[in-house]
Antibody
Framework: EVQLVESGGALVKPGGSLRLSCAASGLTLTDAWMNWVRQAPGKGLEWLGRIQSETDGGTTDYAASVKGRFTISRDDSQNTVYLQMNSLKTEDTGIYFC??????WGQGTLVAVSS | QTVVTQEPSFSVSPGGTVTLTCGLSSGSVSTGHYASWHQQTPGQAPRTLIRGTRTRSNGVPDRFSGSILGNQAALTITGAQADDESDYYCALFFSGIWVFGGGTKLTVL
């Protein structure tokens, strides 16, 4: 059974930074394209970015709304994907989901950006 | 800017059939967009129903089906059940990035 478990969500002040983790079991991340998706309170899903599988080159792409502020990386030894978030804004508040291989979702982790 | 469109809301009677659509503000949806469909109930994580336009994810009942209808992707639910009442999101793939639609709130009554 595949499980994706996010962690690292917290309350942070505007301008601050945070790193989220997505630990996978039952799924080898070197073989999977991994995405981060967020959901603002009461709103829909917003794709943030993805990292390709290692076998496909491991490159990253980002949504315009977070490009230059957010960075996705992967630690294959830990089978974990990360989302580094810098220069956080109040509008970055929401639940952040890890979405892997198209079929698999984590339970989400809450990020609140507020002074 | 690519905008993926979905009906904001839809209703279906128990046992009925409903088709939700996923289109583009400009242009047509094709199999090359690898449309995926995701179901989300309040307070829960999304669940993938359909990937690659028409392939059901593991454990998804066959009353959920995906297709291309005209210039849109479509999700058809046949024999709707009460626990199908959820938000449904489509996502389309564009040259390496995904774009989600705004979601359709499905009511079963």
């Amino acid at each position: 059974e595949v499980q994706l478990v996010e962690s690292g969500g917290a309350l942070v002040k505007p301008g601050g930074s945070l790193r989220l983790s997505c630990a996978a079991s039952g799924l080898t991340l070197t073989d999977a394209w991994m995405n981060w998706v967020r959901q603002a309170p009461g709103k829909g899903l917003e794709w943030l970015g993805r990292i390709q599988s290692e076998t496909d080159g491991g490159t990253t792409d980002y949504a315009a709304s977070v490009k230059g502020r957010f960075t996705i990386s992967r630690d294959d030894s830990q089978n974990t994907v990360y989302l580094q978030m810098n220069s956080l804004k109040t509008e970055d508040t929401g639940i952040y989901f890890c979405w892997g291989g198209i079929d698999y979702w984590g339970q989400g982790t809450l990020v609140a950006v507020s002074s | 800017q690519t905008v993926v469109t979905q009906e904001p809301s839809f209703s279906v009677s128990p046992g009925g059939t409903v088709t939700l659509t996923c289109g583009l503000s400009s242009g047509s949806v094709s199999t090359g967009h690898y449309a995926s469909w995701h179901q989300q109930t309040p307070g829960q994580a999304p669940r993938t129903l359909i990937r690659g336009t028409r392939t059901r994810s593991n454990g998804v009942p066959d009353r959920f089906s995906g297709s291309i209808l005209g210039n849109q992707a479509a999700l058809t639910i046949t024999g709707a059940q009460a626990d199908d009442e959820s938000d449904y999101y489509c996502a389309l793939f564009f040259s390496g990035i995904w774009v989600f639609g705004g979601g359709t709130k499905l009511t079963v009554l």
